[in-house]
């Protein structure tokens, strides 16, 4: 509630209305040639590369055919979602780019075209001949963009699901195509809100793509990311994602996020888990290439904090972020700490990030700052908000291949930072 409240009163929603500027937003404002520049940039920073093997991706435009195969080669309605107003006139979603044509749009300035084929529905052979047309449909394409993943009908409001694993007719479908072009370069597109385990395809489809419900320029934003036209790529993945058998690990009527011997839980979360993700939280790539170095740190004689100081006493953390690519591109810092005595079965917790956009040759730095405050601690029993003394080890990472870590000591008496009910 405090933090519910806090953001209404930051928005001044609780002010008189005629000074609330949300009530004034004039027509003008809506679609805007600003909003769609602003959709369109946080879309393509939304886009999640998890796997690229052989570079893959990009795709060149001059490829001569590429065929888009799956249920969500022409989504439209797909893409936005749910939660939502009138999109297009009429209250359609006609107007909404789908994935095959804004494909379609990179080929045809150079003569190359797209064919389509669902291949069968999210759940289900749409046809006995679905498979077969979607092989029929392949044939000669110099690339095969696979559409897959779930919707409305799978997940939604009062309809939850009852597994986390791919439909597995799109795993069969999937395995049809690779079987019968194993040589085509071939990459993976998904929408989906919650999580999908993608184990086989993560082992036999080259280059990955999460797009989760990309919204109205979702289509478009995923054409760009495939042709290297994304130049925002960068992406985390913001849940840890399981293996299709964790629901039967995990009593899903427990709320605790910790492992449990007795039950055989393994934990929730990237702060918990003790088994092996799909994809971890945090992971995502890029289509260029980056380093980190530290470009200041606190000296090693200050490698300490003491529990009785407050939030302003910091210790600072500065890392220099290079851009080593070819290719302007996004990275993002995560920034963790892991209390070495494993405190409850935490492994690491997030603290901080920061995104950053560089072009090829280019670097900046990013400050992460740590206080008291920043390694507090929950006590399981309490709900209080500790600063508990002992060594905590810092990390600050891209999440993949990028690390950089030290330690740093809290000393003094243990403190409540904040009582679980004030």
């Not at 064919?115 to 047309?133: A, I, K």
Request: proline share 6%; hydrophobic share 35%.
């Amino acid at each position: 509630m405090r933090h519910t409240l806090t953001l209404r009163f930051q928005l001044g929603l609780f002010d008189p209305i005629e000074s609330q500027p949300y009530w004034h937003v004039g027509p003008e404002a809506v679609n805007s040639t600003q909003s769609q520049a602003t959709n369109l940039l946080l879309t393509h920073e939304t886009m999640v590369l998890l796997k690229n093997e052989k570079d893959t991706l990009p795709l060149s435009k001059s490829l001569k055919h590429v065929a888009i195969i799956g249920p969500h080669a022409e989504a439209q309605a797909e893409l936005v979602g749910n939660y939502l107003g009138e999109i297009c006139p009429g209250n359609t979603f006609d107007c909404i780019i789908n994935p095959a044509a804004a494909v379609a749009a990179k080929l045809s300035p150079f003569g190359g075209k797209v064919t389509t084929s669902p291949g069968c529905n999210l759940t289900v052979n749409s046809s006995s001949h679905g498979f077969s047309d979607a092989i029929e449909s392949a044939k000669g394409a110099d690339a095969i963009v696979l559409a897959i993943g779930i919707g409305q009908e799978v997940e939604g409001e009062s309809h939850d699901r009852s597994d986390i694993d791919l439909p597995t007719v799109q795993h069969e479908l999937i395995k049809a195509i690779r079987a019968a072009y194993p040589d085509t370069p071939t990459v993976m597109f998904m929408l989906n809100g919650g999580m999908l385990d993608i184990s086989p395809e993560k082992d036999t489809v080259p280059a990955i793509l999460e797009a989760f419900y990309p919204g109205f320029w979702g289509g478009q934003a995923i054409a760009d990311t495939l042709f290297g036209d994304n130049d925002r790529l960068g992406g985390k993945m913001p849940f840890t994602t399981y293996h299709k058998d964790y629901i039967k690990e995990v009593e899903m009527t427990d709320m605790s996020m910790t492992p449990d011997e007795k039950t055989g839980s393994p934990g929730r979360s990237y702060r918990y888990y003790t088994g092996t993700p799909v994809y971890p939280f945090g992971h995502g790539l890029s289509l260029t290439t980056f380093s980190i170095t530290y470009e200041s740190m606190a000296t090693s004689s200050n490698q300490s904090l003491n529990c009785q100081e407050n939030s302003a006493v910091t210790r600072d953390y500065t890392v220099r972020v290079n851009n080593t690519g070819q290719r302007p591109g996004d990275n993002v810092i995560l920034a963790y700490f892991t209390p070495e005595a494993q405190a409850q079965g935490l492994k690491h917790q997030l603290y901080d990030f920061k995104r950053v956009h560089l072009e090829p040759g280019a670097s900046t730095t990013v400050t992460f700052k740590v206080s008291p405050e920043t390694l507090g601690l929950v006590d399981r029993n309490t709900g209080d908000h500790l600063c508990v003394p002992g060594i905590y080890g810092l990390e600050f990472t891209d999440g993949v291949e990028l690390h950089l870590k030290q330690n740093i000591t809290l000393s003094g008496q243990k403190r409540v930072l904040q009582h679980f009910s004030s």
